[in-house]
């Protein structure tokens, strides 16, 4: 199979030889005039040396690397990567009676750049990246229906592609239809709103992060705040909390988090209550010595790196209204998804709202994502989510 082609500057060419997965446009010495959005192209090195094949698009990444020889990109390769996928979830256990949620590509982690495939019992929910995998999709959706359990593709792409690539995504059904949109995770039962929630409906990276805070939460009395669709929430009650209140801008999404706690729990459970307000107002009312379990798990505070500045003060803060906030002996759970922060400069920030604060705080856990959100480790900016749990004094 024959491809468009992209020449390398002289030098270019070392990144990609360590297996990174991005070209970006200022490498490019040469392209066919011909390269549309999404094609497939060839890339080789200054001297004519072929380095591999690639989805090419507009803008500061001109390439994404889908293999780094001559391996035809099609319906094989596709399955031949999501089998590959599937088996490494198999290995860590994640599809059993108690659970089916679970991320089964991981874009760049799963040498799939571009691409992003959650699992929720029946239902594959597809995002593309790029508009690559976007021109993908039908074989991917058909490639996903041959793995054990996936009878639906729902592709949801809509706020996930490039707007430049002008492509008007819809998000629907590929494959299938609903079936039904309860998921299982760690045995808690949770409703996945895939058609009109944040990403692909719930966000499975947290899961094991959630599992200790279940251990944490016996007596106490916890905040979860942008509790989104509850996950926190959920295992904080079944870990014996006293009380539970959870915390969103969204109105939709604190309905949603009644709903997953009535889902779990007794209706008349009255240890749960839900409000519907912003973070910092919050906060800023909140009584002193109210809460002894804090979760801060706000949405992305930095999603270029234009904006780092401006999330760093708002990292510091939002951890300093906590922590000001928390009686002796209280524990803090506080995350950071931004891709442009990285785990240095989180750490630093909630080193200054502790400073700042006057607390003497220790670090218990130092979190991440969980193994099925891998990081592919050519491609270290696949590490996003960080995580710190602290005790505070």
């Known amino acids: 199979m024959t491809?468009?082609?992209?020449?390398?500057?002289?030098?270019?060419?070392?990144?990609?030889?360590?297996?990174?997965?991005?070209?970006?446009?200022?490498?490019?010495?040469a392209a066919d005039d011909t390269i549309e959005e999404g094609d497939l192209v060839t890339v080789y090195a200054h001297d004519g040396t072929l380095i591999g094949n690639g989805h090419s698009q507009i803008g500061s990444i001109a390439v994404r690397m889908l293999t780094f020889d001559d391996t035809a990109i099609d319906e094989a390769f596709y399955e031949r990567r999501l089998n590959d996928a599937y088996r490494m979830r198999m290995t860590l256990g994640l599809q059993r009676e108690d659970n089916n949620a679970f991320r089964l590509v991981h874009g760049e982690g799963d040498f799939l750049p571009g691409l992003v495939v959650d699992i929720y019992g029946p239902t594959a929910v597809m995002q593309a990246h790029s508009p690559g995998m976007h021109f993908a999709r039908d074989i991917i959706a058909k490639a996903l229906t041959r793995l054990p359990g996936v009878n639906n593709v729902y592709y949801k792409s809509e706020t996930t592609l490039p707007y430049k690539a002008h492509l008007d995504p819809m998000n629907d059904y590929i494959i299938g239809g609903m079936e039904t949109d309860e998921a299982l995770e760690n045995g808690l039962r949770f409703h996945v709103d895939w058609l009109k929630g944040q990403k692909t409906g719930f966000f499975v990276d947290q899961r094991e992060n959630r599992s200790l805070l279940e251990h944490y939460s016996k007596?106490?009395?916890?905040?979860?705040?942008?509790?989104?669709?509850?996950?926190?929430?959920?295992?904080?009650?079944?870990?014996?909390?006293?009380?539970?209140?959870?915390?969103?801008?969204?109105?939709?999404?604190?309905?949603?988090?009644?709903?997953?706690?009535?889902?779990?729990?007794?209706?008349?459970?009255?240890?749960?209550?839900?409000?519907?307000?912003?973070?910092?107002?919050?906060?800023?009312?909140?009584?002193?010595?109210?809460?002894?379990?804090?979760?801060?798990?706000?949405?992305?505070?930095?999603?270029?790196?234009?904006?780092?500045?401006?999330?760093?003060?708002?990292?510091?803060?939002?951890?300093?209204?906590?922590?000001?906030?928390?009686?002796?002996?209280?524990?803090?759970?506080?995350?950071?998804?931004?891709?442009?922060?990285?785990?240095?400069?989180?750490?630093?920030?909630?080193?200054?709202?502790?400073?700042?604060?006057?607390?003497?705080?220790?670090?218990?856990?130092?979190?991440t994502q969980p193994a099925d959100h891998p990081i592919n480790i050519y491609h270290p900016e696949g590490e996003y989510l960080k995580g710190l749990v602290l005790y505070v004094e």
Not at 5 to 26: D, N
Not at 231 to 247: D, E, N, P
Not at 252 to 266: E, G, H, I, P, Q
């Open 3 to 29: 491809y468009k082609t992209v020449t390398l500057k002289r030098g270019k060419e070392e990144s990609l030889e360590r297996f990174h997965p991005w070209v970006f446009s200022g490498a490019i010495a």
């Open 219 to 367: 007596g106490r009395k916890v905040l979860n705040m942008f509790c989104y669709t509850g996950g926190f929430s959920v295992y904080a009650l079944r870990g014996g909390a006293q009380l539970v209140h959870s915390v969103d801008s969204s109105a939709k999404a604190v309905r949603l988090t009644d709903d997953n706690v009535a889902l779990n729990f007794a209706p008349e459970d009255q240890r749960h209550q839900s409000f519907a307000e912003d973070a910092f107002k919050f906060l800023d009312k909140m009584e002193k010595d109210t809460y002894d379990l804090i979760i801060l798990d706000p949405p992305a505070f930095a999603k270029h790196k234009s904006a780092l500045r401006n999330a760093l003060v708002g990292y510091r803060r939002l951890n300093a209204k906590a922590l000001e906030k928390m009686p002796h002996g209280s524990i803090l759970f506080t995350f950071s998804c931004s891709q442009a922060v990285n785990k240095e400069q989180f750490r630093l920030a909630v080193f200054s709202a502790a400073a700042q604060t006057r607390r003497k705080v220790r670090i218990l856990h130092q979190l």
